[in-house]
């Protein structure tokens, strides 16, 4: 069975150029960094927060917090993922705030698992996603996601969606690899669990109910 | 290889970083456990999906308005300095 490919997030020496013009007064190189990644910050804002208006305002407070910190960026990470840790950062906040709860954060209902993680075993179509409107499709990986504790979606966006590495994603939030690797297996089994009502091969040919 | 095994190494074998050998004793536990088979087959389908399916794009006219709004307060922050 062939692996799965990472995404590549970016050439690093051009954006390190741009970093430093736009730390250097540069404007528009900063307006640059903002095109290439606002749709990421959005989507992985939307993904913690799982409120629209939450997420604008992550953008937002995300790439003003950036742009103020220009100059104690380092270089020795990519822009990209010292980004992505301003944005986690404020969009737990955000979590946080709105479920007026104070103790949303990454260890959270880690430990409630009952140590089965597998259940389904129905094999899908090749192409399952095809059996509905992108419209049906984008609600039901939507819910799906949702349903998962805070602490394991974010670590699928960042890994699974955004392509950053199992090290980068640790040290955006502040986790080990470890803890990274286990949160990363029991998001990928759950969603997988809940999609296989979705997408497993019908008996009989039909769409399952 | 039992199927516990197997899923505690699941990650590694689908993001391909395994090491030859143990990658190897995987690949031939999926000949004949049709379950773990199934289990890494649909897992990676679901990572696909993911990846594949934007399921929270940022619509046009929003995003314009952010960029603007994001820009003309970093000026702002500029000339005050």
């Known amino acids: ?209 | 290889m039992k199927c516990k095994d197997f899923l505690n190494e699941l990650n590694d074998f689908l993001d391909g970083s395994l090491d030859p050998k143990l990658k190897a004793e995987l690949e031939d536990h999926l000949v004949w456990c049709h379950h773990c088979y199934v289990v890494c087959d649909t897992t990676k389908k679901t990572i696909q999906i993911y990846r594949e399916n934007d399921v929270y794009e940022l619509p046009d006219p929003i995003r314009e308005r952010l960029q603007t709004a994001i820009m003309q307060k970093c000026k702002a922050k500029q000339k005050s300095e």
């Open chain 1, 1 to 209: 069975m062939e692996t799965i490919e990472n995404k590549v997030t970016g050439d690093t020496g051009e954006e390190l150029a741009l970093v430093l013009s736009a730390r250097g007064g540069d404007i528009n190189a900063f307006e640059r960094l903002l095109k290439k990644y606002d749709r990421n910050v959005f989507r992985i804002a939307q993904h913690i927060t799982q409120n629209r208006e939450d997420a604008e305002d992550v953008v937002q407070d995300a790439f003003l917090k950036a742009y103020e910190k220009l100059d104690q960026f380092q270089g020795n990470s990519k822009f990209y993922t010292w980004l992505v840790r301003i944005a986690v950062n404020e969009a737990l906040m955000k979590l946080r705030k709105r479920k007026s709860d104070k103790t949303v954060s990454m260890d959270d209902e880690v430990e409630t698992e009952d140590g089965t993680l597998t259940r389904e075993f129905a094999d899908w179509d090749p192409n399952p996603e095809q059996r509905y409107q992108q419209s049906e499709l984008g609600d039901i990986l939507g819910k799906t996601i949702q349903g998962l504790p805070a602490g394991f979606r974010t670590v699928f966006v960042l890994r699974d969606v955004e392509g950053l590495s199992t090290e980068e994603t640790a040290e955006t939030l502040g986790l080990s690899v470890p803890a990274v690797k286990s949160r990363l297996l029991r998001a990928r089994l759950q969603l997988r669990e809940r999609l296989s009502k979705f997408f497993k091969k019908a008996k009989g040919g039909d769409r399952p109910k």
